[in-house]
């Protein structure tokens, strides 16, 4: 079957939900239509839709203002509802590891196996060894099916459902493409989420979920500096969105800022020293960062000076045309890092496996 159009990419995040359309065609990849909007802070918590109703009118809004005529959408998952595992099997034909991998993945899987939906692909095959290594990947049917169904009721179709870490890689795949022989590190910092990906040689050797995130900036600042949530939201992203600057010291924030940076990247050291101590890849060359508080200064630096290699943000347009003319490019550059997972998954064709 030929694979179809790009679908939409939506990226249904704890804080807010963006919509990305892209278009190829022979001269490129475009961007169509990007949209964003701000979740209530307690319609979607650790992954877990609490206010489905909230996230239905975020979606459907942005459907409706963006005008859209396509309706097949991609949507990703992560957090405690989905497992990556990297497992090493006897070599055998791709028929017998379709029969056995249930079977296989109930060793690996702190859930009933008919609980979830289950994936795959093979990484490599170790003939001398008679091994192949497998990256096995599950989602509980409930967190999928609850969050398909908040995508149909705001009137869209979805027809692929990914993982996060996936989609940044994807992402990431398309706008640098993987130098030879390298091992580096995607990060992803979402609200309450913080995803690690280690890709070596374009595969992926390592992956894990740390429950924090930017929530944690934003919480500190609140207890420390005794001031409500927006305004600790705006001093988190620099300060300048609105907020008097005089009003508080600046080196207050920073010095919650650093403090926050550092037990976030001890957490990030520690998953990646474990990565090192088990795995024969080799060092790391480079860490991309994303998310919406992957824009914290202190935070690249802090992970930078720790982990000893070089720490940059991703951008996730930067193999992508944008029409000047269609989109404000100030804005496009505010909310570079908070588009990844959207552009990751508005790549996505229907019928892709």
Known sequence: MARGKNVLGLDIG???????????????????????????????????????????DTIAGIVQAQ????????????????????????????????????????????????????????????????QMDVLLVAAKKEMVNEYAAVVREAGLDPVVV???????????????GYPPGETIVL?????STININVVANGITTFTRDISMGGNQFTEEVQKQLNVGYDEAEAYKL???????ADSVVPQEVERVMASVSESMASEI??????????SSE?????????????????????????IGVPCELVDPFRGIQIDSKLFNLDYINEIRPLATVAVGLGLRKHGDK
Not at 18 to 38: C, D, H, N, R, Y
Not at 162 to 176: A, L, R, W
Not at 282 to 306: C, D, F, H, Q, W
């Open 282 to 306: 080799g060092r790391m060359s480079r860490i991309y960062l994303s998310g919406g508080s992957s824009k914290v200064p202190a935070l690249a630096r802090t992970l930078e000076n720790r």
């Open 238 to 244: 620099g300060g300048e969105h609105g907020v008097d």
């Open 67 to 130: 005008k859209l005529k396509v309706k097949q959408v991609a949507i990703s998952v992560s957090g405690h509802s989905v497992i990556i595992k990297k497992i090493s099997l006897p070599a055998m034909t791709p028929e017998e590891l379709d029969e056995s991998i249930k079977w296989e993945a109930e060793q690996y899987i702190p859930f009933d196996v008919n609980d979830v939906y289950l994936d795959y692909q093979i990484l490599q095959t170790r003939p001398e060894q008679g």
């Open 14 to 56: 704890s804080s807010s939900i963006k919509l990305v359309q892209l278009k190829e065609s022979k001269k490129g990849i475009s961007l169509s239509s990007f949209s964003m909007a701000p979740l209530p802070s307690d319609a979607i918590v650790d992954g877990a839709l609490m206010n489905s109703a909230a996230v239905v």
């Open 269 to 278: 050291h520690r998953s990646l020293d474990f990565y090192l101590a088990t």
């Open 187 to 191: 990060i992803d910092i979402g609200a």
């Open 162 to 176: 990914d993982v996060d870490c996936f989609t940044i890689q994807n992402c990431f795949e398309i706008n640098y």
